[in-house]
């Protein structure tokens, strides 16, 4: 059986995290990606955060697999016929660029639907209409705009951003989704769309659960938060720490080697159904006949002594020993696990979550494969492309020039 997106052709104007993210997973579907690069240097990442002289970094090559690479200039003459060519000849555009930037290359939305009324226009910005919507955006500054950093660190500490890139690979992911429901609607009407997703949209998405908070804090102290029932709440959502997010009470707590290993702690959740046999576990057995403390209600204003047990308990085992007898007694939990853990975990490899790949350039590689599953077409993750590698190889046989046509294009600086 083939790929679900065979068939499919994607533009891909994308360069740096969030658009090349959703352009990767379109191609782990199946998508015929063609990437379209600076002549000379390429998507900025080749040579940003490098771990070899000289060679694509990581930041691409984890970002970019699947793909065909062809350098262009949409702003000579040549390059501006070859890119009307491939608007003709592809399904979806997706592009990252500044505000305005696609436009100023001379190809406005109104001007793509007229050169193919089944394209698909798919962009990311930082900002939707607003006062914003001229600004550049990167990772962190989504984050603080979405309302994750305000929400996220340490009680009464500096806001915090998060290591899990929700801005950009985020919005990445929400953009694959505008992109697939745009091709199925296409199916019925004939027609394509515009798809926008903005950063600080996205981020906001994910942090749902904190608008919730911020009505909920109208009436009354939110009393899962660890500021409850000794702290003091203010007019907006304040930080938890590591408090759960969900009705369940949940906090980290160390494990046997904390002192060493800064991963030695577990995320335990003391979901009420399984409090019974986790006070069991930590030799807590009389909590269950204490009226102060047999009850969700009774230990709430208390949580902090609760995870005091818990934790005398965890700091005698290590963090999989908690795994392995709290799991059985459907209690929630999970270790910390490191990212050289996550490298090694053979599960991962088996599921395709983590894949080995060899390049040309730099040799073997771990990158993260397509978490999306599907049964009928599972992805084979290959090496990202080298730059130009398909430049002319695309230019025969999408675009349709002969050699001669090449020659002018790589005379103008085109290509
Ligand atoms: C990420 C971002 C901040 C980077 O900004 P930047 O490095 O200054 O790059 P820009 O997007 O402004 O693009 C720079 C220029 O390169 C030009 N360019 C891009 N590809 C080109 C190509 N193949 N050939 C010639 N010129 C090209 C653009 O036309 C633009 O020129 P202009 O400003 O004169 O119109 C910005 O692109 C942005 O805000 N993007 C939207 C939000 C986003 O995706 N952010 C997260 C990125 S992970």
Redesign the pocket.
Known sequence: MGKALEGVRILD?T?????PTCTQILAWFGADVIK????GSGD?TRGQLRDIPDVDSLYFTMLNANKRSL?????TEA?NEIFTRLIEECDVMVE???????D??GFPWEKIQELNPRMIYAS???FGPGPYED?????NI?QCAGGAVSTTGEIDRFPMVTGAQI??SG?GIHLVAGILAALLQREKSGKGQRVTCA?QDSVLNLCRVKLRDQQRLAHGPLTEYPQYPNGEFGDAVPRAGNASGGGQPGWIVKCKGWETDPDAYIYVITQARAFPGLAKAIGHEDWLEDPEWSTPEARLPKLDQVFAEIEKWTMTKDKMEVMGILNPLNVPCGPILSMKELAEEDALRQTGTVVEVDHPERGKYLTVGNPIKLSDSPPDVARSPLLGEHTEEILKSVVGLDDAGIAEARRQGAI
């Not at 360069?15 to 658009?19: E, F, P, T």
């Not at 379209?36 to 002549?39: A, G, N, T, V």
């Open positions: 104007m360069h740096v995290q969030s658009g379209i690069e600076r002549p900025i350098t262009l200039n949409p702003k390059g990252n660029f500044a505000p305005g930037a696609i100023r290359m990311v910005k930082g600004c550049k955006v990167y990772e989504a801005g950009d919005t950063m």
